[in-house]
């Protein structure tokens, strides 16, 4: 899951297996969140969405999953391949004035396909 | 992904030198964020904008300014380096109103020695 640590949570799957990845966010008046991944040496790059109407929300071989109750997020990653060795990390949004939304983020899980 | 580009994408320079890093976008997005990230913290928000001329703080603004005088182009300048501002700068864009992604750049690496 999530952490704040210096040290970044590490989930290690084999090739073809499903993955899982958790997030726990902070606040529940949160209304959208989102799921990247990070490549070593990129930007994050947006897999996913769902907002807080919503409890699941699929994608190509992405699941998001939401629990507002104990403001849980996942993110399911069906039949692994290499490339989706990364650093996956949440983020939350907090509905506000138009033009102000912001994004708070998470520090990531570093998920490592072995083959 | 949105057509967002930086640059430039490495850079060193000593404590006291203004930065300046650009972040470009080709999407006519109305919104832009510039972001710092480093170990053991998530993405934090330098300043956004909102707009043409319009701009507001993030939660971590302290030595840094932005400008942006055209749509496509947001500006982040370090007025007077020092070395705690050593870290990976990301721009992103958004399309619209909320409940929309953020879209990112590939970063620039900024070391102060």
């Known amino acids: 899951g999530e952490s704040v640590g210096l040290h970044l949570p590490t989930l290690s799957v084999q090739e073809g297996d499903n993955s899982i990845i958790n997030c726990a966010y902070s606040n529940s008046a949160s209304d959208y969140f989102i799921w990247y991944k990070q490549e070593s040496g990129k930007g994050p790059q947006f897999i996913i969405d769902i907002r807080s109407n919503m409890d699941k929300r699929q994608g190509q071989r992405v699941t998001v999953l939401l629990n507002k109750t104990v403001k849980h997020l996942s993110l399911q990653i069906a039949a692994t391949q290499p490339g989706d060795s990364a650093v996956y990390f949440c983020a939350e949004n907090i509905g506000s004035n138009f033009g102000n939304e912001k994004l708070t983020f998470g520090t990531g899980t570093r998920l490592t396909i072995i083959p | 992904d949105a057509g967002i580009t930086q640059s430039p994408r490495h850079k060193v320079t000593e404590t006291g030198t203004p930065v300046t890093l650009r972040c470009h976008q080709t999407e006519n997005h109305r919104y832009m964020y510039w972001y710092r990230q480093d170990p053991g913290h998530g993405l934090r928000l330098i300043h956004y904008?909102?707009?043409?001329?319009?701009?507001d703080k993030g939660e971590v603004s302290d030595g840094y300014s932005v400008s942006r005088s055209k749509t496509e182009d947001f500006l982040l300048t370090l007025e007077s380096a020092t070395s705690s501002q050593t870290s990976v700068y990301f721009c992103a864009s958004r399309q619209g109103p909320s409940n929309q992604p953020q879209h990112f750049g590939d970063g620039t690496r900024l070391s102060i020695l």
């Open positions: 904008s909102y707009g043409v001329k319009d701009t």
